[in-house]
């Protein structure tokens, strides 16, 4: 489903997460930040909304008295897990249906749409490379502020740190757990998580990051703008995680 476009970063960023990251390039955050510490901490008090119960497509609003954050939670992980293949592929196909004709092309040009506003308000293709670095970077750690701080680039407009804020809480709630639900399940399947990464792992690892970065402009002009997230943001994840997976188990030699 990616573009070319987005595709050459996920390469670019996955020979960056087989390299050894000690030479700390990173900048941290001065304490006069902190108001980006409680705009991370507020967010993530926001209760999750089920990823993949997209059943109902209603907007649901970001700021009002009841707001809510789509996710994935417990009973998604459970859910991804009860899943054969031929299962997957056909609620892939059901998600797809919804945005009928065409459907594929629609979460392109949904997620193209993301990319290039997130490109457009970080300021170039510097800035860019510098979120993708920080969301390749960030999806291999816990996650929380102290990461968010320690891998956050200095000199940031208030909006473009803002940007990084809510990358971090995408990854946080989508591309962070479902990469370790993956690993996981290559476990079970007998591939052992605790070997030397591959550039599958990397490239699983970066097309996730990749993700949250475009997910961070929906959240961003919901959030700023007083605007609403609506249920076909949810659709069009959701379809692309499966996609990911089926790469993924494709660049592993299974899933053909």
């Excluded at 991370?40 to 926001?46: A, R």
């Excluded at 899943?83 to 949904?110: A, V």
């Excluded at 609403?228 to 993924?248: H, K, N, P, Q, V």
């Amino acid at each position: 489903m990616k573009n070319l476009f987005v595709t050459l970063i996920s390469i670019t960023c996955s020979i960056s997460l087989l390299v050894s990251c000690s030479n700390n390039e990173y900048f941290e955050r001065n304490d006069q930040d902190s108001h980006l510490k409680e705009i991370y901490e507020s967010i993530k008090q926001v209760p999750l909304v089920s990823l993949f119960n997209v059943t109902n497509t209603n907007s649901r609003s970001l700021t009002n008295s009841s707001p809510l954050l789509y996710g994935l939670t417990a009973e998604d992980i459970e859910y991804l897990n009860s899943l054969s293949k031929s299962e997957m592929e056909s609620e892939r196909i059901k998600l797809i249906s919804q945005f009928n004709p065409s459907g594929d092309e629609k979460i392109d040009s949904l997620f193209l749409h993301n990319y290039e506003y997130v490109f457009n308000l970080i300021g170039g293709h510097q800035n860019m490379d510098k979120l993708i670095d920080f969301a390749c970077h960030y999806i291999e750690v816990d996650g929380g502020w102290n990461d968010i701080k320690d891998l956050m680039p200095s000199n940031l407009t208030d909006d473009q740190s803002k940007l990084y804020i809510y990358t971090a809480i995408c990854i946080d709630n989508i591309s962070r757990p479902f990469f370790q639900f993956v690993l996981t399940a290559s476990e079970k399947n007998g591939i052992s998580i605790s070997r030397t990464k591959t550039i599958c792992d990397a490239e699983l690892a970066a097309e996730l990051a990749i993700s949250g970065v475009g997910l961070s402009a929906e959240m961003f002009l919901d959030v700023v703008s007083g605007g609403t997230m609506t249920g076909i943001e949810a659709i069009a994840s959701s379809a692309e995680l499966m996609d990911i997976w089926f790469r993924y188990e494709a660049c592993n030699g299974r899933f053909h």
